[in-house]
């Protein structure tokens, strides 16, 4: 499985960003998917994903203003963001989980809020 990270930038503190994410490959095996961001500094986290039951998780500090959604026919999963903070900026990566264990990254895509 491949995954391309797509949609990162610059963005004013309260502006908006959408990322996607495109899987290539043996995506019949992925059973999760979803997004961690690394803020500068820091220890990746959990920002959003989708479960292998199709339920989505968001991390606390996101709740209310990023959203994640997917297109299983194209292979995409998208998280909007709104409401953007500078704690917000961070490197954000895609994920997905594999049946047989495995977890694939994207490359990475950076956000950054700021005014």
């Known amino acids: 499985v491949q995954l391309q990270a797509s949609g990162g930038g610059l963005v004013q503190p309260g502006g908006s960003l959408r990322l996607s994410c495109s899987a290539s490959g043996s995506t019949f095996s992925i059973n999760a998917v979803g997004w961690f961001r690394q803020p500068p500094g820091k220890q990746r986290e959990l920002v959003a994903s989708f479960t292998s039951g199709g339920s989505t998780n968001y991390a606390d500090s996101v709740k209310g203003r990023f959203t994640i959604s997917r297109d299983n026919a194209k292979n995409t999963v998208t998280l909007q963001m709104k409401s953007l903070k500078p704690e917000d900026t961070a490197v954000y990566y895609c994920?997905?989980?594999?049946?047989?264990?495995?977890?694939?990254w994207g490359q990475g895509t950076l956000v950054t809020v700021s005014s």
């Open positions: 994920f997905a989980n594999s049946r047989t264990g495995a977890v694939y």
